[in-house]
């Protein structure tokens, strides 16, 4: 027994479709619907359908062909190219050079036709006098005599598309195999068909009256509602899934990375992604020696090829810095120190960048700024490495500065972030002492996300950094991917419209 609910709220198309198909007797095509019933557009009817189907009043069956037709029509007319090849060495005494058919033919023609000649074995090629030749075979002479199957599909393709079905799928594989000689189509048949439910509801008896299913001004102000007929509402009515506009994952993750450390009083700061060596690496004392600095880790410009380095006390500085420590009671790391290797213009290999920029500007405590910014390393893609990705940049300068306090902050970090165990472990970097490298335990394991550090004398000594800096660089991609469990990191970045409908909003 049909729910009189079905029955009430079916919409004034679905009831002309069942009428319809009653008068087809239960069963026809989109396409006799609408050559025999009022049905202006084959959409109407499958709207309904889908509709009728969901409601268990009709079914929909469809069954899917492919046809294949002539894309090049020329080809009726000249022939296959292993055949002209094939009359051109035949009219030759049996055998011709490679050379002298690119002649004969157009020069893609022949080079097809050597591939199909050997491939249908009509012919070989040879050697002779240095020179290679094709040399007809008995089945190239028998072919010559008779039509291929190929051909004949092609000739049946010029009068009318070819099912599938109708021909031999490896001759169809070679066909369009064959650039634009042969062209493709799916046809979809569909069959709409009454179900009991169905007849059931048109022996209740199905009434085509005109029915509301939203006011308007018009029918208030006039007052013509009150003669119109509503049609109820079905709240258990299948309704399609509803995906609405919403930001990038990853732009969420961004905004909350942020509003964590502006809560945690920091400020945030960006730099330019073209930096120079000096800035990037010199000024964080890592030695111009370093392999960090070589083509295989970095990307470096050619144009511009350098950076002028404009402040020469400070170049002076760094410079000494380098060779001997200059003032910081450092050694230095001896040897020479080139201010043209320090002047080449490179793509950020970090976000320290920007901090170091920062302090060179502002030395004096109390300071607490962040950057979430994009950096670039000439790394090979896999599922845990791109060679463009980003960092999540601190610091603090404070004259309590300490190892606890540098602990703490990033304690504090993921515990926002929803990881309650964070642990550290020894770490070595160029330009920190000490240096630790950042893990949280998630899924059962403990994963590593970044690195946090002191910055040593001979990297804030230049700008007259008097008091302890506390600075960390942490992943972004590998905190997205522990938020989502992800495990590739490429999946970030893919535009899976799929991946991107499902992510929830938090």
């Known amino acids: 027994m049909i729910p009189p609910s079905v029955l009430e709220g079916l919409s004034h198309n679905e009831k002309r479709l069942l009428l319809a198909l009653e008068r087809e007797g239960g069963e ?63 009219a030759k005494g049996g055998e011709v050079t490679i050379s002298e058919l690119n002649g004969a ?49 092609l000739r049946s393709m010029a009068e009318a598309p070819v099912s599938e079905r109708e021909a031999s799928a490896k001759i169809l594989k070679d066909l369009t195999g064959r650039r634009g000689m042969v062209v493709d189509e799916l046809r979809v048949r569909r069959t709409l068909a009454l179900t009991p439910a169905g007849l059931e509801a048109l022996e209740a008896g199905i009434e085509l009256r005109e029915e509301i299913v939203q006011l308007t001004p018009e029918l208030l102000q006039s007052g013509k509602w009150r003669d119109k007929s509503f049609r109820p509402y079905d709240v258990q009515t299948y309704a399609p899934a509803n995906h609405p506009a ?17 809560q945690m009083g920091f400020a945030e700061i960006e730099e330019e992604y073209v930096q120079s060596a000096f800035w990037n690496m010199d000024v964080l004392f890592t030695p111009q020696d370093h392999p960090a600095r070589d083509l295989h880790d970095t990307f470096y410009l050619e144009d511009p090829a350098e950076i002028e380095l404009d402040d020469k006390e400070m170049v002076e500085k760094v410079r000494r810095i380098h060779i001997d420590g200059g ?77 606890d306090m540098l602990v703490s902050i990033l304690r504090e970090f993921y515990k926002r972030m929803g990881f309650e165990e964070m642990r550290i472990r020894p770490a070595y970097f160029p330009y920190t002492e000490p240096s630790l490298e950042v893990e949280v335990f998630f899924n059962g394991k403990w994963m590593e996300l970044g690195g946090a550090v002191i910055f040593r004398p001979e990297v804030v000594a230049p700008f007259g950094v008097k008091h302890p800096v506390l600075a960390w660089g942490l992943g ?7 938020t989502w469990d992800m495990k590739d990191i490429r999946d970030l970045y893919v535009s899976d419209i799929d991946m991107l409908r499902r992510n929830t909003v938090f």
Do not use: C
């Open 476 to 482: 972004f991609e590998r905190l997205a991917m522990l």
């Open 28 to 90: 026809s095509s989109p396409e006799q619907l609408l050559a025999d019933s009022d049905f202006q557009l084959e959409v109407e009817i499958m709207n309904s359908a889908s509709w009728l189907q969901t409601k268990g009043l009709l079914t929909i069956d469809e069954d899917s062909e492919r046809f294949y037709r002539l894309g090049n029509t020329d080809v009726i007319a000249e022939g296959l190219p292993e055949r002209r090849a094939l009359e051109h060495i035949h």
């Open 327 to 403: 003032d910081t009671g450092s050694k230095g790391w001896g040897g020479e120190w080139s201010e043209q290797v320090a002047s080449k213009a490179m793509l950020r290999t970090h976000t320290t960048v920007n901090t170091i920029r920062h302090l060179a500007k502002n030395p004096d405590a109390p300071q607490k700024v962040f950057s979430l910014g994009r950096l670039h390393r000439n790394e090979a893609i896999d599922s845990t490495h791109l060679p463009e990705f980003t960092q999540i940049e601190g610091i603090v300068v404070d004259e309590n500065g300490s190892f």
């Open 246 to 262: 919403k930001r990038h994952p990853l732009t969420r993750l961004g905004d909350k990375i942020r509003s964590i450390f502006l």
């Open 105 to 153: 033919l157009p020069a893609e023609d022949a080079k097809v036709a050597v591939g199909w000649l050997k491939r249908k074995g009509l012919a070989d090629i040879v050697v002779v006098d240095d020179s290679k030749s094709l040399r007809i075979t008995e089945k190239g002479k028998a072919y010559l005599d008779s039509e291929s199957e190929d051909e004949e599909l």
